[in-house]
């Protein structure tokens, strides 16, 4: 009885120690991961992982891009003078004028200039050029583009790596018809790149260069004394050109007039021999009644 009830119990011991084996067997290691899991990871898309990266560097050290326009409309005495000083301030901050136009309006020159300089100059330059004259309108705005720049850029740089797998993919191609379809991927991916590099220049430009539209206007003639708007010497200037101009005007307009009649010339000297003719016979007359 007793050698049964002992290995009952052996045999029980032996079924306990066998569990407990099995069960450490199929328990995994720490820090392994599971098939599941290893499984979702392979599944991942080059394309994706590289896009969280791109995103990730993007949010660090990213720079504001804003692109900076000045309306500025001033009065000035001598436009051609005013044209001049602007070129030497240019000159002087690495700036260029882009485009100039100049025309008159009753007699007044008036010019309009697009001026581009570092935008870093704003400030140093736009009190230099309203120094030029009298500021009669002044209009700063800046444009943040900073979301599109970034984002264009992370698409360059995504199509880049694209290109640099097609390239591969060309050089183990096998068959015409897969290094057909390998560079019709190339060349779209080509000219998507060329396309986002050509935005990021203009982007560039804009950002880098500040535009500043600049308009000169002559000031309106004589002012009526109400109020001081010129120099009185000015004044004086002006009244005395207007005068020699007035002299000059009424001269022309009376030798271009004698010009005109000069065809009616004969007309003129017939009428006026017969109105001669007929005074003459009319006094003729008078003087003879006179006398009788």
Not at 90 to 112: F, K, M, Y
Request: glycine share 6%; with cysteine.
């Amino acid at each position: 009885m007793r050698k049964l009830l002992f290995l009952t119990l052996t045999a029980l011991l032996l079924l306990v120690i066998s569990g407990c084996g099995s069960a450490t067997e199929n328990t995994p290691a720490p820090g392994v991961k599971s098939d599941q899991y290893a499984n979702h990871a392979a599944d991942m898309s080059t394309e994706q992982r590289e896009k969280t990266e791109t995103e990730e560097d993007g949010q660090s050290g990213v720079q504001q891009k804003l692109i900076t326009t000045v309306n500025l409309v001033m009065i000035v005495y001598d436009v051609e003078k005013a044209v001049s000083e602007i070129d030497k301030i240019l000159s002087e901050v690495n700036g260029h004028i882009q485009v100039a136009n100049l025309w008159h309006t009753n007699d007044r020159p008036q010019c309009s200039l697009v001026l581009r300089i570092p935008a870093e100059m704003v400030d140093k330059t736009l009190p230099r050029l309203e120094a030029l004259g009298r500021v009669d309108n002044k209009n700063i705005a800046g444009q943040d583009v900073t979301e599109e720049y970034y984002d264009i850029e992370a698409r360059n740089n995504n199509l880049k790596k694209q290109e640099e797998r097609y390239l591969e993919l060309l050089s183990k191609a096998n068959t015409v018809k897969d290094m057909l379809e390998i560079e019709n991927q190339l060349a779209r991916i080509r000219g998507e790149i060329e396309s986002l590099e050509a935005r990021l220049k203009v982007l560039n430009n804009q950002v880098d260069l500040a535009t500043i539209n600049v308009e000169l206007r002559s000031p309106q003639g004589l002012s009526t004394g109400e109020k001081l708007r010129d120099p009185f010497s000015r004044r004086i200037q002006a009244g005395w050109q207007r005068g020699v101009n007035g002299m000059i005007n009424l001269v022309q307009d009376l030798l271009v007039l004698a010009v005109i009649l000069l065809p009616y010339t004969p007309i003129f000297a017939v009428g006026g021999y017969l109105f001669y003719r007929l005074y003459k016979i009319r006094l003729t007359r008078k003087n003879s009644g006179g006398k009788k």
